[in-house]
T-cell receptor, first 113, second 114 residues
Framework: SQQGEEDPQALSIQEGENATMNCSYK?????LQWYRQNSGRGLVHLILIRSNEREKHSGRLRVTLDTSKKSSSLLITASRAADTASYFCATDRSPGSARQLTFGSGTQLTVLP | NAGVMQNPRHLVRRRGQEARLRCSPM?????VYWYRQLPEEGLKFMVY????????ESGMPKERFSAEFPKEGPSILRIQQVVRGDSAAYFCASSQNKGDYEQYFGPGTRLTVT
């Protein structure tokens, strides 16, 4: 699988439930970032977690990072219909000043009202 | 504080024409990145630039594609002699030259080659 591979590919839940998305990667990283993309729109930066961090919160979002397993999870609590979007993880594994992000193919989240 | 600006938002070109995509980074950001997204796929890195310098172009196709970020004005991604396979969404991101270099994305330019 490619660097930054999300799982599941698609997830459908009821409003109010929690949504968990996972991301696995292969190489060592500087940080891992989660983005949201609404259909046909640009990417919105959600949260960044550094390689020396294990957990981070932002509002209804909780991100964990396990560098030993090379995996991360994004939890959205108390989901809303407006959370319907594609969610991508992106890894920054660049040494020095070269900072290309490597994206997975995303998880399509649908929150049903 | 305006975000990353891209124009045009939609661009239609016939095969063989040239496409020019523009990106203005966020205020205070000196690093620009271009990514391409094919339908139903994630973004793929193309090129990373600072003012007047290409830092990393490892994701750029060897032919027909070029990018610049001049001292004055926006960054330009140029695609010469477009082909149908160039149809995609092209996103620009920018970051500061410090910290975690968080990248903030523009709305994208959707290129359609007919």
């Amino acid at each position: 699988s490619q660097q930054g591979e999300e799982d599941p590919q698609a997830l459908s839940i009821q409003e109010g439930e929690n949504a968990t998305m996972n991301c696995s990667y292969k190489t060592s990283i500087n940080n891992l970032q989660w983005y949201r993309q609404n259909s046909g729109r640009g990417l919105v930066h959600l949260i960044l977690i550094r390689s020396n961090e294990r957990e981070k919160h932002s509002g209804r979002l909780r991100v964990t990072l396990d560098t030993s397993k090379k995996s991360s999870s994004l939890l959205i609590t108390a989901s809303r219909a407006a959370d319907t979007a594609s969610y991508f993880c992106a890894t920054d594994r660049s040494p020095g000043s070269a900072r290309q992000l490597t994206f997975g193919s995303g998880t399509q989240l649908t929150v049903l009202p | 504080n305006a975000g990353v600006m891209q124009n045009p938002r939609h661009l239609v070109r016939r095969r063989g024409q040239e496409a020019r995509l523009r990106c203005s980074p966020m205020k205070g950001h000196s690093h620009v990145y271009w990514y391409r997204q094919l339908p139903e796929e994630g973004l793929k890195f193309m090129v990373y630039l600072q003012k007047e310098n290409i830092i990393d172009e490892s994701g750029m196709p060897k032919e027909r594609f070029s990018a610049e970020f001049p001292k004055e004005g926006p960054s330009i991604l140029r695609i010469q002699q477009v082909v149908r396979g160039d149809s995609a969404a092209y996103f620009c991101a920018s970051s500061q030259n410090k910290g975690d270099y968080e990248q903030y994305f523009g709305p994208g330019t959707r290129l359609t080659v007919t």
